[in-house]
């Protein structure tokens, strides 16, 4: 392994915080921003409360924990009567009084080790507070704690040790790869060799484990061996994996067909280990062999789908596969149009939302990147709720679609209500392609009583049916090109078919940084498209004639003329380069191209999008930079939500010492139409695209109208006076 792999999975280790060779223990620093879906909590009125996860792998074993956190108070409150209180999993683990006299201050809290068990584990922050002793109503805009879950010094710290890994197969689909592992997933692929067929067979690997990471990120490295203090995965027929174990105990007279075997990780060569065998019980290493190519594929793929804890065995013969259909369009948490979906389908069974204060409850779902959304259609929701009796006139509970408020509904029956489909048509222009959030607020008020009366509030509860509905009407799959936006929502257009069919990833070079930016890249896709990737084809040939997506990873310099002349900045011995010059409203800007002879330089890589040159609608996507290894730094950078998030248009530039500040954006390509319009003419989707030419063609239609109207009013004209 060379000078730059073995600095890069060093890297990897320390960023993942996993003991190498023994099961000493490790801390870990986590920032609450990442638990938390805001940098910032209110918690309001006279009582309240705000809820993040603690994600506990599997494999580890909690020591000690801890977490630190800013607050801030209202100095209004009083003294004595208002508190914040901690609970881990329901039990309270700490009381803080809130201070009027001191009301900002940092809190540590001490989480019992006893009381983390595997999995997800609430961690609830809940107030109470008060302003008088007295007559007081319970959401003055006095009330109100600050949470400071954003700020550097806001971390969880967790010391804990490593569990060794059960000797059986199962352990990869309920245990190695597993998404509550922070601060990111790290995994090493040994490959026999760099040719176009391994690749593809490490893609099919990658793919499968980064879907089991699901939402956490995870980094991929390529070597020649084994490498220690990660879990790794190696490829090849018997007799290779056997040379690449060395001495370790690995049959190879057992591979027979396509083949998957688990054991612990053996000493990586030159290093040295406490145990007399040399092995790591903490870490996995699995063989994925078979006799020929296709039996290699096969087991990859059976690998990828292992999504049961099944078999208990440490190794396997496979025999045969059989995929489901794939359905065209599909994926994670997709929708499809013209079809009615229950709330309970889409993972919202009935809710019920109680009290004065009560937490807003949301639905997410995922349009296709490419439906064609237009103005004058409609997604209709029927909605089944009830709600109590003896609530003020003014309750209401708010419907929120992706952060917009687009309907209250009053709840003025003050002897209760059971409705049954309230029918609401939401604007289809009001979604938008990928993730899409339905929220439900209730604002639910007591009657209140004269002379401070005691304040009944047990009958405010509003429940929401799970057999609401919401259909979304036929929307025809095609877009206006290019767009990264999309790119970065599911892979589109690379993902049209789930499993990839039809797209093929060209890699300039063969180096092991390359490898591993493409192996990033879809990793990075197949969790956002939640389906592994097993039908990407991959060639290290320039593509001469191919009908597909192209995806593009290599160096800047190192493109053929045709992809290169393509591309936004018209790469070749010179590049045109886009200075804007003027900037109007919004997102519409001019642009000056000016020719050079430069390049992109050191520490910056670029992701472009572009028609492809080799077949009409087709689309070319490249992750380019000047050398392999800022290349797998723009790999790794694009795994971060703040990029993602700014990554639109068709050229985008990144500077990979500071990617989250450092990143442009621009459109200065032709546009271009993908997809398939069905019933909608493309003159349909060219108004849809360029919604000035709508304008201007009805200025001409009512010029042509007014014309013709004069003339014929004019030739009436005279012909009553001649006849006169």
Known sequence: MGKRSALAVAAAILLSSVSSRTARAETLRLPLG??????????????????ISIPIPERWKIK??????GIVNSAALLAGRSRLMTKLNGDLVSQTQLNPLAPERTVTVPLPAARLKHGYNDLDFVVQQHYSTGCEFPCEPELWTTLKLGDDDAVLEMEYSLEKVPSNLSSIANFLFDPKTNPRGTVNIVLPDDAAETIAVASIIASGVAKRYDYKSVDFTVSREVVAGCDNIIIGD???VGKALGASPFDEKAVKGPFLKIMPLPRARGGSSPREDGADPYHALIVVSGLSQDHLKLAAETFAIMSAPFPLTDEMTVTGIVMPDIPLYGGKSVVKADTTYTFRSLNFPSHTFAGGNANGAEISFRLPADFLIKQNLYAQLSLHYSYGAANRADSVFNIMLNGKLIRGIR?????????????LDIPTYLFKPGDNLLRFEPVLTPLIGKNCEYMQTQNLFLTIMENSTIKFP????????????????????????PDGHGSRIYLTNSSHETIEAALNLVGMITQKNGHPLMGLEYTLKPPEKYDGELVIVGGIGELPARLAGSSPLSLGKELSFPYPVVQGWAEEAQFAFSKQLSGLGPGTGSLMEFRSPYADGRTAVMLAA????????????????????????DLVLIGLDDPEKNIIAVSIGKKYFAGKAGPLSRFDAYLYAYPWAYDALLGLVVLALSL?????????????????
């Open 411 to 423: 709840l003025d029956d003050d002897r209760g209500a059971l409705i049954e489909g309230y029918k």
């Open 34 to 51: 990442k638990l938390s879906r805001v940098g910032r909590v209110d918690l309001k009125c006279v009582a309240a409360e705000y809820r």
């Open 64 to 69: 000690k924990a801890s977490i630190s956190f």
């Open 238 to 240: 018997g007799r290779a």
């Open 626 to 649: 000047s050398s392999p290894r800022d290349l797998r730094a723009l790999s790794v950078a694009l795994m971060e939500p703040a990029v993602q998030a700014n990554v639109k248009g």
């Open 474 to 497: 036929p929307m025809p799959h095609y877009v206006d090109m290019p767009r990264l936006e999309l790119f970065m929502l599911n892979g589109f257009p690379a993902t049209r078919w």
């Open 708 to 724: 013709s109207l004069f003339y014929f009013l004019n030739r009436y004209r005279k012909k009553r006076m001649t006849g006169a």
